[in-house]
């Protein structure tokens, strides 16, 4: 019998899980089986987009170095001189955006996840300002903030109230900032440089 072949990932996944078990080989095919490395904490994270952080992946070096070898040099820390230091605290950051999001929405997949954090490290914001846009339109509003920064629109904006409603309900409702900006412009109000 044939397999099934699926093109939805989710139902493939089922079906491995479900599908009986091979019959077991004989000990002669076993012996000629080629032999799979079982992936280290590296590989794991690095296939899942993860950031295992400095220190973590300075010991992941040391534990795999043969014991006569010289040790490798540790990476530079962030802030001192060397290319691994911004690049470490971009990593950092962006690990910590990642997080954020996977806090506000807890339900999203990991693919989900790591395309929402790319939109949001791109815009490179502080933590407090990064906590003020996501609360305000939450994690698929990175494209929002890219339009808002484009017009010079600042975070204080999220707060005036238009029409008896808030720049940030407008804004997580689907109006765009040009449409905004109109509707501020008709009451006498300007939503740039705040």
């Known amino acids: 019998m044939t397999e099934p072949r699926f093109t939805d990932p989710e139902l493939t996944a089922i079906w491995d899980f479900l599908r009986p078990a091979p019959s077991p080989a ?3 095919d076993l012996a ?3 032999h799979r490395r079982t992936p280290d904490a590296q590989e794991i994270a690095a296939r899942e987009g993860l950031d295992l952080g400095p220190e973590l992946r300075h010991a992941l070096r040391r534990r795999r170095q043969p014991s006569k070898t010289h040790p490798r040099p540790a ?8 290319q691994a230091g ?10 910590r955006v990642m997080r954020r999001i996977a806090q506000l929405a807890p339900g999203l997949r990991h693919d989900q996840l790591r ?19 996501m609360r305000a339109l939450g994690v698929d509003g990175a494209a929002t903030v890219r339009a808002c920064r484009a017009f010079s629109i600042g975070h204080a904006a999220l707060d ?34 705040r």
Do not use: F, N
């Not at 929402?116 to 906590?131: C, I, N, S, V």
């Not at 808030?166 to 109006?175: D, H, I, S």
């Open 86 to 95: 911004p690049a470490a605290a971009r990593a950092v950051e962006r690990s």
């Open 160 to 193: 005036v109230v238009l029409g008896g409603r808030q720049v940030r309900r407008w804004l997580r409702e689907g109006m765009t900032v040009t449409a905004l900006l109109a509707l501020a412009a008709e009451r006498g109000i300007d939503l740039r440089r």
């Open 115 to 133: 395309e929402r954090t790319r939109a949001w490290d791109a815009l490179q914001m502080t933590p407090p300002e990064l906590e003020t846009w």
């Open 75 to 82: 990476p530079p820390a962030a802030g001192t001189s060397g």
């Open 32 to 34: 000629r089986a080629p």
């Open 26 to 28: 004989p000990a002669a």
